[in-house]
């Protein structure tokens, strides 16, 4: 490997030492080294920190990477039992440090060699960007590609013809005639569907809801009385899915009919002793049904 190789922490973690150790866990380490944005040194260690130090919800990495939230906290815990990051909760998150981020490497190889100090030049320097230090790496095309759709998650534009962005026009079409009818319709004049497509790929991809299955749920929520007028937004909807299909499920169950009381001749018989009992003529009793 050359000298001027700028990123070993991404080499090394290609090592069997490593994907013994962390796994799959590999991609959250490498979310949070694209998110370091300075570095300070601690006990003689350079440390990186995530996003100059705001804290970060779990919840912002698994959409992100499009993990399950119990899945990208599974993985943060075998990042910190192994030292490969620190955290520190607040209660608007977790503060992320990155151990032995990289940045300015070949500067800190010279000094530890006993080199004269002198600043990095621009090609020596790491850029600060995951994608542009990666693009550097004259490897797998693959990596690439994978490393760049974690930071572009977020950015993602959806084509008009990909099925998130039609489940978005289909249920806002839906809405748009509930809210017409209710003379609401300046509340969703305004609607961003790219937002509401957003939004329909996490009850998707995040929440795991069949796509059949969320299409009867839209279906039904404009036709009910009451929600119609309550869910006029794909966010709403993804919010009260799981309410929302169960309702739906409790009003398609058939209603038992009632059973018409079965005929016994002893109800007549023991009519006729009480009408014998007041007092009545025999004769007169009506035995007709």
Known sequence: MSDNFFFPVFTGLLEPEHVEKIGSAIWEFLWLISKVTKEVVENDET???????????NIEMSESLGYSLAKVERNISTLKKHGYITTKRTPYGNIFKVKNSKKFYKNRTLKNDGSESRKPSDLEREPSNLME??????????????IKDINTTRQKKYDEDSTYFKMAIYFHEKVSEVANEAGISHLIKKSNMQTWANDMRKLIEIDQVDKHQAKQVM????????????????????????????????DKKPSQPKQKPQYDPRDKEIEFQRWIQDGNDPNDFDWSD
């Open 47 to 57: 440390i990186g920190i995530v996003l100059g130090g705001r804290p970060v919800k």
């Open 133 to 146: 230090r990666t693009l550097r790496f004259e490897g797998c095309n693959k990596d690439i590609k994978d």
């Open 219 to 250: 279906d039904w929520v404009t036709q009910d009385s009451f929600w119609k007028t309550n869910v006029l937004s794909a966010k709403k909807l993804r919010e009260r899915f799981m309410e929302l299909a169960i309702k739906m499920n409790a």
